[in-house]
T-cell receptor
Framework: NAGVTQTPKFRILKIGQSMTLQCTQD?????MYWYRQDPGMGLKLIYY???????DKGEVPNGYNVSRSTTEDFPLRLELAAPSQTSVYFC?????????????FGQGTRLTVV | GDSVTQMEGPVTLSEEAFLTINCTYT??????LFWYVQYPGEGLQLLLK?????DKGSNKGFEATYRKETTSFHLEKGSVQVSDSAVYFC??????????FGQGTRLTINP
């Protein structure tokens, strides 16, 4: 059981480049999330999904896009990278049942935009 | 909206010292509360949780009690170890299953 898997672990982008951060989970979770973690700050929610085909904005969605074509995968797209997007990105997932509200996290992707 | 406030870090202690990391929350309903830990170079791991008032979550010697009257969920450990050095995040979840995090507290334990 791999849990939540993110790729890549590290990436350096030039301003204006685009990339996709991959996230997959094998726990059949309905809910999936993308967070960013800036130095000295808590995690901020970028986008989330409550199931395949359904996505919604979080606190800081500008500059990002997501899709959820399958239950397992929830990729995050950066179209025009900016230095402000330098951060560590975490994908997460959990069940929808309230009593099992444990959220599982991937190991993170450290992105630097130069 | 819902929010979580943690004591500012960094916190530096000697091994075997007593640890308290304060956490208070603001929420309209009755959230579930969590402490997550992030060891260097790793993702977040659930440390403990409490789902209703007066519940006590515990794990690895850490404890936190859900205090509705003071809207708090302070993390405590009686005797810390060097291996406890990490960043600790208090969080809540309510409604649409979205975790709301505090800013994190970096803990360093010196031998």
């Amino acid at each position: 059981n791999a849990g939540v898997t993110q790729t890549p672990k590290f990436r350096i982008l030039k301003i204006g480049q685009s990339m996709t951060l991959q996230c997959t989970q094998d726990m059949n979770h309905n809910y999936m999330y993308w967070y960013r973690q800036d130095p000295g700050m808590g995690l901020k929610l970028i986008y989330y999904s409550v199931g395949a085909g359904i996505t919604d904005k979080g606190e800081v969605p500008n500059g990002y896009n997501v899709s959820r074509s399958t239950t397992e995968d929830f990729p995050l797209r950066l179209e025009l990278a900016a230095p402000s997007q330098t951060s560590v990105y975490f994908c997460a997932s959990n069940f929808e049942q309230p009593l099992t509200r444990r959220t599982f996290f991937g190991q993170g992707t450290r992105l630097t935009v130069v | 909206g819902d929010s979580v406030t943690q004591m500012e870090g960094p916190v530096t202690l000697s091994e075997e010292a007593f640890l308290t990391i304060n956490c208070t929350y603001t929420a309209t309903g009755y959230p579930s509360l969590f402490w997550y830990v992030q060891y260097p170079g790793e993702g977040l791991q659930l440390l403990l949780k409490a789902t209703k008032a007066d519940d006590k979550g515990s794990n690895k010697g850490f404890e936190a009690t859900y205090r509705k009257e003071t809207t708090s969920f302070h993390l405590e450990k009686g005797s810390v170890q060097v291996s406890d050095s990490a960043v600790y995040f208090c969080a809540l979840i309510q409604g649409a299953q979205k975790l709301v995090f505090g800013q994190g507290t970096r803990l360093t334990i010196n031998p």
